[in-house]
């Protein structure tokens, strides 16, 4: 069985060619062990630089997280920090279309009811009406416990990158 430290270190340098990659990462008084943040923007132009059509940035941050049990009650506020002070990773400009805010949960093991809530969350914030862009919030459950990966909806995307690491 992987270890919980050893498959963090896999998942980051995973990460590494596409994605800014740090080892221990604080945001509102929580922290993590781990983020990597990927930035992406496209322009369209007219003859030159100088005539700009349209310019969309889209941004992705995932945050990992080690524990040795995820219970629900841990789960909720996570959750709920995604929902809230994650929201401050998202950089609004004229140009901003989506942000992906991702949370990596890498547990020893996890109760039956937390990895229920993981695949029922759904979460989007529109700017604007849309007009501005949106955020998305991905979740993924590692439990090492029977090698299981457990996504929300919008998680999914996820799926290939941590099955290639955790086995």
């Known amino acids: ?3 919980r430290q050893e498959l ?12 800014d990659v740090e080892d221990t990462f604080e945001l509102a008084g929580q922290t993590f062990q781990g983020r990597a943040q990927f930035h992406s923007e496209s322009m369209q132009y007219v003859l030159s630089k100088k005539a700009k059509i349209w310019g969309a940035n889209i941004h992705e941050h995932v945050l990992f997280r080690s524990l040795e049990h995820l219970d629900m009650t841990t789960l909720e506020e996570l959750i709920a920090f995604m929902k809230t002070e994650a929201l401050s990773l998202v950089e609004l400009n004229s140009e901003h279309m989506t ?3 991702s949370l990596v949960i890498v547990a020893e093991s996890a ?6 809530l993981v695949r029922k969350t759904k979460y989007r914030k529109n700017f604007s ?3 501005k862009g ?4 991905r979740l993924a459950l590692i439990d090492l416990s029977d090698s299981s990966i457990t996504t929300n909806p919008q998680g999914k995307e996820l799926i290939n990158t941590l099955e290639a690491n955790l086995f």
């Open 8 to 19: 963090l270190e896999r998942l980051l340098a995973a990460h590494e060619g596409y994605f």
């Open 99 to 101: 942000t992906f805010l």
């Open 134 to 137: 949106w955020t998305d919030l």
């Open 111 to 116: 109760d039956t009811n937390a990895k229920e």
């Open 129 to 131: 009406f849309g007009l």
């Open 1 to 3: 069985m992987v270890q």
